[in-house]
C-alpha cells in the first residue's frame, strides 16, 4: 500500500520545483505566496473524505487517504502549497476522463457509454482550497 501511494504521488511532485523563497525579490500584496494549505486543514478535509466516492486517476483508495490522513497531511499540504504557489496543476491531476455504460449491457460504444470525468481525490481537494481562497476575497 505505501508503495503505492509513494508511486502516485512521485509523479505529482516530479513536476513541481522546489520552493525557495529567498529567491523572490518582490511578493506581490495579493499573491498566491499569501495562500498556504496548513497541515491541520489537509489532514480535516482528507480525514472527512467519502469512501464511498471513486477514487480518481491517481488509484489511491479513499479509505486509504482517510484512514492516513494523519501519516498524509505534512506531505500533501506541501504539495497543495507548491502547486498553488507555482501556479502549477500536474499532468497527474489532470488525467480525469472514464466511460461507464449507461445500460447494464452496452451493445454500441458510441451511444452506450457515458464519459464522466473521474479526477483524483486530492486534485479535487486542493481545488477546494483554492476555491475556498477565491470565495473568501
Not at 15 to 37: K, M, Q, V, Y
Not at 41 to 56: A, D, F, L, M, Q
Not at 66 to 89: E, G, M, R, T
Request: glycine share 2%.
Amino acid at each position: 500500500m505505501v508503495k503505492n501511494i509513494n508511486d502516485a504521488l512521485v509523479p505529482v511532485t516530479k513536476e513541481l520545483s522546489s520552493l525557495n523563497c529567498l529567491h523572490i525579490d518582490i511578493i506581490p500584496e495579493n499573491s498566491l505566496f499569501d495562500i498556504s494549505a496548513e497541515k491541520k486543514e489537509v489532514y480535516r478535509k482528507i480525514s472527512n473524505i467519502s469512501t464511498s466516492k471513486s477514487p480518481g486517476s491517481d488509484g489511491i483508495p479513499n479509505w486509504v487517504l482517510k484512514c492516513y490522513a494523519h501519516v498524509l497531511a505534512s506531505p500533501v499540504a506541501s504539495i497543495f502549497n507548491a502547486s498553488i504557489q507555482q501556479a502549477s496543476v500536474t499532468t497527474m491531476w489532470k488525467k480525469a476522463s472514464s466511460k461507464i455504460p449507461k445500460l447494464s449491457s452496452p451493445e454500441d460504444t458510441t451511444n452506450d457509454l457515458c464519459l464522466i470525468s473521474l479526477t483524483s481525490t486530492l486534485a479535487k481537494t486542493c481545488e477546494r482550497f483554492v476555491t475556498h481562497w477565491h470565495l473568501s476575497i
